[in-house]
């Protein structure tokens, strides 16, 4: 049961740049900028690829390949984790089916 | 015409009356002060900076002189006027030029927002532009003082200006400001090096500045090009070491190091990001062995071919 599909807040008003696997993210509309882990940077470019949005089942299945996330048994879990920080930071948003 | 060309007198006449102006890299400024102290720091540290004419802009009037009022009568102290403006508590009269060189930092600082401005020494050799940010009591001035003792080029000992458009290095070199131990130090290291003299319980403790070398400031019209971001440590004993350092946590380092990110906004974000993209960045932690860190950085800039 995963009728939540998540987005980007406001695409517009989001800037990032990405090194190696880690990226800062400008968010215009409060003027906030943050440094994500290289897990949050993963969760937040799946979405990036994803302007309509994406489950956490689907999230899973993008992340999946990740060769520095060896435990898959957890990887829902932690996409979820990811995604209550980055709507924390206001990146990103929730929109219930 | 330069300072240092002025006849005998003109300087302190002109700093008692109308104001002496200099062109400090990209901006102007007007400074007035019937102090002997800012009068001779200024012909020691200044001497080679262009005068700027009466009749031409200037981005900042500025005052060191004697407070008015009871302060006046008490004891001998300088207060720093901007524009009418006093953003300083008074200080000593012995600390002068040491309060006018913070006052012009904060000039600079306040209001140029036509460039991103990061809290930073910045070197250059052979094109290549070298930015030290650090919080201060980090090694930053030492370190600078030490490239440019062994001929690096001074940008700037405070004060990375980053250019909006090209994302280059724009030059305003002034004193660099040595604290402590390291006026000692610098003076070993750099015997020609100019330096005033120690301003004594400042509250910095003992500071000292060091002229900015000539060919520095007749270059300061030549912007440099980004190469290194390093974050200096200066620990008493330590090992020299120099460790790459992510380019997304030096962008963080950074934004807590500037004056003007969150005024700049998105367009301070796009700039500094420019400018870690184009830069190899590491931290450096040094323990006192000057040779050892500029050989260290030389060797970084043969690297680069």
């Given at each position: 049961m995963e009728p939540t599909t998540w987005r980007l807040a406001a695409p517009r008003a989001t800037d990032w740049r990405a090194w190696d696997d880690e990226i800062v993210v400008f968010h215009q509309t409060t003027g906030s900028t943050h440094h994500l882990s290289a897990f949050g940077s993963a969760v937040l470019m799946a979405l990036l690829d994803h302007p309509s949005g994406l489950d956490v089942r689907a999230l899973v299945r993008a992340l999946?390949?990740?060769?520095?996330?060896?435990d898959r048994s957890s990887l829902a879990e932690d996409v979820r984790a990811a995604l209550t920080t980055l709507a924390e930071l206001k990146l990103v948003e929730s929109v219930t089916a | 015409m330069i300072v240092a060309s002025l006849p005998p007198g003109e300087l302190r006449r002109r700093l008692r009356s109308s104001g002496l102006r200099v062109r400090l890299g990209p901006v102007a400024a007007s400074i007035r002060s019937a102090f002997p102290v800012v009068a001779s720091s200024m012909a020691l540290h200044y001497g080679e900076h262009e005068v700027v004419e009466d009749d031409e802009f200037a981005d900042f009037h500025v005052r060191v002189d004697a407070p008015f009022g009871v302060r006046r009568i008490v004891r001998r102290q300088a207060v720093f006027d901007f524009d009418g403006q006093v953003p300083f508590k008074p200080l000593p009269a012995a600390h002068g030029f040491a309060l006018l060189e913070w006052g012009l930092n904060w000039c600079v600082s306040a209001h140029c927002h036509q460039f991103l401005m990061i809290h930073a020494a910045v070197v250059e050799r052979g094109g290549r532009a070298l930015v030290l940010p650090a919080p201060p009591g980090s090694g930053k001035s030492t370190l600078c003082a030490a490239l440019v003792g062994r001929g690096w080029r001074l940008l700037s000992d405070e004060l990375a200006l980053v250019?909006?458009?090209?994302v280059e290095l724009v030059p305003i070199p002034r004193p660099i400001s040595l604290k402590n131990d390291s006026i000692a130090a610098i003076g070993r290291f750099w015997p020609a090096a100019s330096i005033g003299e120690p301003v004594y319980e400042t509250v910095k403790g003992t500071i000292a500045h060091v002229a900015p070398p000539p060919p520095s400031v007749r270059s300061s019209g030549e912007t440099a090009r980004p190469a290194w971001i390093v974050l200096p440590q200066f620990r008493a004993g330590d090992e020299l070491s120099l460790v790459p350092l992510s380019r997304a946590a030096t962008f963080m380092q950074l934004v807590e190091a500037a004056f003007n990110y969150s005024v700049l906004g998105h367009r301070g974000f796009q700039v500094l990001a420019s400018l870690v993209s184009s830069c190899a960045c590491f931290r450096f932690n040094y323990g006192g062995d000057l040779g050892a860190a500029v050989r260290c950085f030389d060797e970084q800039l043969a690297m680069k071919g």
């Open positions: 999946e390949s990740r060769a520095d996330h060896d | 250019d909006l458009e090209r």
